[in-house]
């Protein structure tokens, strides 16, 4: 199932040069429909499992891996609120490296991007977490189980090419849905994608207006 087969149509005056008269129409998708998967699903921890995207998969493949169904890489994006695949999507290996290559010289990579906190503990008890943004000089204080007030410089430099590697691996780990919830995920879909009466109403995947506000939701 692909996603645009799902999207309703719109039907606009044309505004071509080559048109025959001032009543021809062209059809167009309403792209100003939008689909979610809906609340008591996308809320409930069990209808989703954790996936770590590897190297050089896409949406495609993960949903023909997942699904058996590369078109329902809709699916795989929606679960995740993806909107911006080539911002919000792992980059592969050589995708990465040509973008490093074009953002940033051998010096910059090498170069601090900012500093982070070591992880600190007492025991068992976690006192500070790893991976906080703080200065070069922050200090950590905490009282000590002796009661003595005790203080320590926990922190690392990260380089540049530490933070954008960190960056792209973080997109890496994905929510995917459940199979068995595909079919009402689909269903749902059909739903969103239909049109109710209106005075632009031709049928449930069809409007038709004489002005550019017909594709406004409705």
């Known amino acids: 199932m692909n ?5 309703p149509n719109v039907e606009l005056p044309s505004f071509s040069d080559k048109r025959r008269s001032s009543y ?25 499992s954790k996936y770590m995207v590897l190297d050089g998969e896409r949406p495609d493949t993960v949903a023909r891996k997942l699904y058996d169904d590369e078109q329902l890489d809709w699916i795989v994006l929606l ?12 980059m592969g290996q050589y995708e990465f490296q040509r973008y490093l290559d074009n953002k940033y010289t051998k010096e910059q990579l090498s170069e601090i991007h900012h500093y982070e906190t070591n ?7 976690l006192l500070l ?21 005790e203080s320590v410089n926990s922190v690392e430099s990260v380089s540049y090419l530490k ?20 079919g009402t995920i689909i269903d749902d879909m059909r739903q969103i ?22 594709a406004e939701p409705r």
């Open 24 to 48: 021809d129409y062209i059809k167009l998708k309403n792209l100003f429909k939008k689909g979610k998967i809906r609340d008591d699903i996308y809320g409930s921890v069990t209808a989703f």
């Open 163 to 182: 933070y954008e590697i960190d960056k792209n691996d973080e997109k890496r780990s994905i929510n995917v849905l459940r199979k068995k919830y595909i």
């Open 129 to 149: 977490q790893k991976g906080l943004t703080v200065d070069s000089d922050f200090t950590f204080k905490f009282t000590a189980p002796n009661g003595s007030v």
């Open 193 to 214: 994608m239909t049109y109710t009466d209106s005075s632009q109403f031709v049928n449930r995947k069809l409007k038709k207006g004489d002005n550019v506000r017909i």
């Open 119 to 125: 992880e600190v503990r007492s025991g068992d008890i």
């Open 79 to 90: 679960s995740n609120n993806i909107i911006n695949v080539q911002d919000e999507w792992p």
């Open 3 to 7: 996603y645009f087969d799902l999207f």
